[in-house]
């Protein structure tokens, strides 16, 4: 008996909690041990949790999955499921591959947590310092004053590469981008600060590429191998990994709302900003590790949730990796959602309640974020409603140069989408994503052509939309590789 309760606290496990109902919880058997023990799931008050299905089932219902939602969706108090449904299929408009709890969706921007929350773990070990300056790691770097933690917070004033490096006189416009493209890009052109090194907030994913750079540079590791050595194996997460060109061909592709297939572009071999796979079981482990010392030092993951751009009043703020909400009567939201191409993942921790919302989806949907916004109220005052914008605005100044110590006054912001929308002059690029190598593209211009997605064995389309759900009395659905 001994031996048996040893292991046990040694499991990395979610424990089951009946509380008068079926709702599942993650077990044992989702995962092994690592080092890393994650809370315990609290108990349940008896009804609690058939009220928070009946609320969540009402809305989502409502606000999401009867308006073309496809994905996953899972709601968590305590280390406990008290929602999760899967609809419709991995290609919308083939119909031949349903969404389980073990397909793996890009999480866009809600991957810069995951670089975030390294960072900080790299400043606990003290191999990487908050003021450090990115010459230190960066020879030749032309930014004088640039911070880790600048880059963290998006107050460094860097340009975005998902402009300057559309500049065809000066990048190929069929050359995949990488993380070290862009860092010498930025050496060899010097573009122009968006404006002053610390002077205010915008959100750029120049940041977070060089944040993975720094990552490989003090550990001598790869970004991709390393998340996966100290975050996604430790912590069970087995259907979590960094996209690479060796993933080309098996991974889940994104579409437009109409179900049509969205073109990849230059930029989808670049990440930290963006370009990890999870699932929404493997996000719910995810937020159970932040709660825990043995994975990160709460104190510093709480200097991470304190507001840094104060420059003009607003509920809304970005710490070290995260977006806040913090509202007038107290209550907090730690965030971040994302957007890429088709992707649409949102990701909210209400940690008064212990509460996690994650919502991941690949036909691009908007109301996505506003359901998730919606289901805050589930469970306290969050003040939301439903005619709120999916996303607060992402604001990036256009170009300013810093020319003398006198402080420039910098133009107009422009209000942009957190991925800008192509020129539609130029060229498409094929999809690396379905093939290894991009196709070649002649130099006169040509019609795009799509990519053709790996072949698969075709069934006869469902009459209706597929719809794996777990709710008061069903069991979760049985895991399928994808």
């Known amino acids: 008996m001994r031996r048996f309760l040893v292991f046990l606290s040694l499991a990395l496990v979610f424990v089951a909690c009946k509380s008068g109902s079926s709702s599942p919880t993650l077990t044992q058997g989702d995962s092994a041990y690592q080092g890393i023990i994650l809370p315990t799931p609290e108990k349940l008050k008896e ?17 999401l999955i009867n308006r073309n ?5 899972l709601v968590a108090k305590g280390g406990n499921i008290v929602y999760e449904k899967y609809v419709g299929f991995t290609d919308p408009k083939a119909k031949t591959t349903p969404i389980t709890d073990s397909s793996s969706f890009h999480l866009a921007s809600t991957s810069k947590p995951f670089t975030g929350v390294t960072i900080l773990k790299l400043v606990q070990q003290g191999k990487v310092h908050l003021t450090d300056d990115l010459t230190q790691y960066f020879p030749g770097f032309p930014y004088a004053g640039v911070t880790v933690k600048d880059l963290l917070s998006h107050r460094s004033g860097l340009p975005n590469y998902l402009y300057f490096m559309e500049d065809k006189e000066k990048w190929p416009a069929q050359q995949m981008v990488t993380n070290n493209d862009v860092l010498n890009f930025l050496i060899q052109y010097k573009p122009d600060l968006s404006y002053r090194t610390g002077s205010r907030f915008s959100y750029c994913n120049t940041n977070y590429v060089l944040l993975a750079l720094i990552i490989e540079k003090v550990t001598g590791t790869p970004y991709p191998q390393y998340l996966s050595e100290t975050i996604f194996k430790p912590l069970g997460m087995e259907h979590t990994f960094v996209y690479t060109p060796t993933d080309s061909g098996r991974v889940m592709m994104s579409y437009k709302p109409s179900g049509q297939l969205w ?9 930290g900003d963006k370009n990890i796979y999870s699932t929404p079981r493997d996000m719910m482990k995810w937020d159970a590790a932040l709660y825990n010392d043995a994975f990160i030092r709460q104190s510093l993951l ?4 304190q507001p840094l751009s104060n420059e003009k009043p607003s509920t809304h703020n970005y710490g070290l990796g995260w977006r806040l909400l913090s509202l007038p009567n107290g209550k907090k939201v730690i965030y971040h959602n994302g957007k890429w191409h088709g992707f649409s993942p949102a990701f909210a921790r209400l940690t008064d309640e212990k509460a996690v919302i994650i919502i991941l989806g690949n036909q691009y949907n908007s109301t996505i974020y506003k359901a998730a916004k919606l289901a805050y109220n589930v469970f306290g005052d969050y003040m939301q409603n439903d005619t709120q914008a999916e996303e607060e605005p992402t604001v990036t100044p256009t170009p300013l140069v810093v020319t003398s110590k006198k402080k420039p006054v910098p133009p107009p912001a422009k209000i942009v989408k957190e991925a800008p929308k192509k020129n539609s002059r130029a060229k498409t690029v094929a999809n690396p994503k379905l093939a290894t190598k991009p196709k070649a593209v002649s130099k006169t211009k040509a019609p795009a052509t799509k990519p053709v997605a790996k072949p698969t064995k075709t069934t006869k389309p469902a009459a209706k939309k597929q719809t794996t759900t777990t709710s008061k009395k069903t069991e979760p659905a049985k895991k399928k590789k994808n």
């Open 302 to 305: 709480d200097s991470a949730y």
């Open 263 to 271: 073109d990849q572009d230059i930029f989808d071999h670049t990440y």
């Open 69 to 73: 939602f496809n994905g996953g969706i």
């Open 47 to 63: 009804g609690e949790l058939a009220m928070y299905q009946t609320r969540l089932n009402e809305l989502f219902d409502k606000h």
